[in-house]
């Protein structure tokens, strides 16, 4: 166990030293220690610390037995700690296709050819905005839509855009975007 986690350590550590650097097995195989289980050790930094190394599955540029750590930020843990079960279901229910870009699992991304599109579970109103973990807040989303959730340097919307979308939008969101006005400018 002291062992494992020993490998597990290294192995981040080295990741986080070479980003953006593609590694093959023999290196992290060494990295590890020479232990056997050095391929668990780096499934367990994506599975159990959220790490995104990339590996042929995700990117076609990618040989088997290539791993690659893009960005040093770990997926936060809550989007980890959905059930199986729970992330089958909202995959299934959204058709294995990414609900912001149209993007399906598997196929090649349509902005980005060279990576296959890989689909994560996001929320639709941020856990931080009090949005819950269940099913009917969750939606699939690609890898790509997916950090672009996340950036927060994101152009804002214009007014003129706004309002094309809220018009369009149903009456009853129509009157969700009002309270939601009426309660940040409560004296406008
Ligand atoms: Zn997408």
């Known amino acids: 166990m002291r062992e494992s986690t020993g490998a597990r350590s290294r192995l981040r550590a080295h990741f986080l030293a070479n980003l953006g ?10 990295v590890a220690g020479g232990i056997s289980e050095w391929a668990r050790r780096v499934r367990e930094l994506r599975t159990e610390e959220g790490y995104l190394i990339l590996t042929h599955n995700d990117r076609s ?10 960005t040093a930020k770990p997926e936060p843990a809550f989007s ?5 079960e729970t992330r089958a279901f909202v995959l299934d229910r959204n058709g294995f296709t990414c609900q912001q870009c149209g993007a399906v699992a598997g196929e090649p991304h349509p902005y980005d050819p060279t990576r296959k599109t890989r689909l994560h579970i996001g929320h639709v109103i941020d856990k931080s905005m009090g949005g ?4 009917s807040n969750l939606r699939a989303l690609c890898s790509v839509c997916n950090e672009g959730a996340r950036n927060l340097t994101l152009d804002r919307p214009s007014a003129q855009k706004l309002l094309i979308q809220v018009r369009r ?11 939601w ?6 004296t406008d």
């Not at 650097?21 to 060494?30: G, K």
């Not at 006005?181 to 409560?186: G, I």
Request: hydrophobic letters at 35%.
């Open 21 to 30: 650097r593609v590694m093959n097995a023999d290196e992290l195989r060494e």
């Open 181 to 186: 006005l009426r309660s940040k400018f409560p």
């Open 169 to 179: 939008a149903t009456a009853s969101d129509q009157r969700e975007v009002l309270r």
């Open 61 to 70: 540029d990618l040989k088997p037995g290539e791993y690659l750590l893009e």
């Open 132 to 135: 819950s973990d269940d099913a």
């Open 80 to 84: 980890r700690n959905i059930s199986k």
